[in-house]
């Protein structure tokens, strides 16, 4: 088992006996309880671009003293997000699979990941219960992803990631899900404070340092060289966008094709990995020769496979790549590397480098559709707000959060899956605020003219 996880369960099982010892004692703890809640949301927010251990460690305080915290309220209710069937009939059958997996210790690893995230959404949902507390968390990740995304851009210079193979991995040291992380960033920078879904005056130099921080985040993302990343923020741009004005798409479109034409020119190794996906054959125009794409696309086939066998059940949430170490000889494709003709698996992991796939192999059907549920009401529900309201603030909410999710869907299929936890909880992060946002009322500002017979009167 992994051993992380496995301390962050007896963690959280230790803390929440001791904590409900005290808040069945002491409910007028309730208070406290809910600060030190909050607080572990915003060591997550603060952490998650910058050092995702610590990020972790405000899940678990989150996530333990929210216990506690609903047990001295005597409320054994959630909120009602929106979202709650396909999040729970998802988390369900994920938990369900642990009776027949093909790996135990996977699927604990795996499943309880997925518990664990699912555990803090309903915790950030829930008390994330005011338009000041939601602006805070966002501030705090736009704070962090800001650093990060000026850290990622020196490296990139400091590495020459635009003419060699060098990639970035950011202050998380991942190079998968930092330009994803990077994505999320800037969708919340756009929809916050660019274009900001309402007119109002800016001031100028804050305006065009929000401005840089955006290019350098588009930087980032080119000298990572991360086609799940390309493929979630040019859409999520684009829609972004649109929602605002139609001549802001356009000149978005004109701008994407420029940047991506010049780093066509300049950049011989993002131009093959961007190629690669049209022609798989093209990574050999790679400085660093490793045929990623048929290797993934070996992968693809081989979950496929699996879910053919299993299309119901799967095998098991997170035992994929048990299953294909000791069966891909009889059931699997074989990947060819067509620079020496030699037989080879993957490179890289035994997993199924896409989480649609992945899905379908280890947790079957009923998951898949309850996970492909969940996706479509995370743009539909963000949408019907924006066009619902003529709140600014919810109107920001929805459209970030609308962005942000197109974004974990490309990433979804490539270097993400519903156990990343540097990916999937952040995405579920922005969902619990926009859950959050979408219950707060909206407050109505007094006119002069009834705040002057207010006056009066007092």
């Not at 338009?131 to 590495?159: C, E, H, L, P, W």
């Not at 010049?262 to 993002?270: D, E, P, R």
């Not at 990623?292 to 095998?315: C, M, N, Q, Y």
Request: charged letters at 15%.
């Amino acid at each position: 088992m992994n051993i992380l996880l496995f301390i962050k369960i007896a963690v959280i099982a230790v803390s929440c006996i001791i904590l409900i010892a005290i808040a069945v004692k002491q409910p007028d703890l309730a208070g406290f309880f809910e600060k030190a809640a909050l607080f572990g949301i915003f060591l997550f927010a603060l952490f998650i671009p910058i050092k995702d251990g610590f990020a972790l460690f405000g899940m678990v305080v989150t996530i333990v003293f929210f216990i506690a915290y609903k047990i001295a309220k005597r409320d054994a209710s959630i909120p009602k997000t929106g979202f709650n069937i396909p999040i729970l009939v998802y988390t369900a059958i994920c938990a369900a699979s642990f009776l027949w997996t093909y790996s135990i210790k996977d699927s604990i690893n795996e499943g309880g990941e997925i518990i664990y995230f699912v555990l803090f959404f309903f915790a950030a949902a829930t008390l994330l219960n005011a338009k000041k507390r939601i602006d805070f968390m966002v501030y705090t990740f736009t704070f962090s992803i800001s650093i990060a995304i000026i850290y990622g851009f020196f490296q990139g210079i400091f590495i020459n990631a635009i003419h060699s193979p060098n990639r970035l991995t950011g202050l998380i040291g991942n190079w998968t899900g930092f330009p994803v992380q990077v994505s999320y960033g800037l969708v919340v920078i756009m929809a916050y404070y660019l274009i900001n879904f309402k007119k109002q005056n800016k001031g100028t130099g804050a305006f065009l340092f929000w401005i840089l921080i955006t290019l350098a985040g588009f930087f980032d993302i080119v000298f990572s060289k991360a086609r799940s990343a390309w493929i979630g923020i040019i859409p999520a741009v684009f829609v972004l966008m649109y929602l605002r004005s139609k001549r802001l798409f356009w000149a978005a479109l004109v701008l994407l094709l420029v940047l991506n034409i010049g780093m066509f020119s300049v950049s011989k190794t993002f131009k093959s990995r961007m190629l690669a996906m049209f022609n798989p054959k093209i990574y050999k125009m790679e400085l660093k020769n490793h045929g990623d794409i048929e290797s993934h696309l070996a992968l693809i086939k081989s979950a496929w496979a699996v879910f053919k066998r299993f299309p119901l059940t799967g095998v098991g949430v997170g035992a994929f790549s048990k299953y294909f170490d000791e069966h891909k000889g009889v059931h699997f494709p074989w990947y060819y590397n067509p620079e020496t003709g030699e037989k080879l698996y993957d490179l890289y992991d035994n997993w199924p480098e896409n989480g649609y796939m992945q899905t379908l192999a280890e947790t079957g059907l009923f998951s898949f559709l309850a996970l492909m549920w969940l996706f479509f009401l995370a743009l539909k529900q963000p949408v019907k707000l924006f066009r619902g309201t003529d709140d600014a603030f919810k109107r920001k909410i929805a459209a970030m959060t609308l962005g942000v999710s197109i974004v974990f869907y490309g990433s979804f299929a490539g270097v993400s899956n519903m156990s990343n936890d540097q990916l999937a909880n952040l995405w579920l992060f922005f969902l619990a605020l926009f859950a959050a946002a979408n219950l707060t009322p909206v407050v109505i500002p007094k006119s002069k003219d009834f705040q002057n017979q207010n006056d009066v009167i007092s």
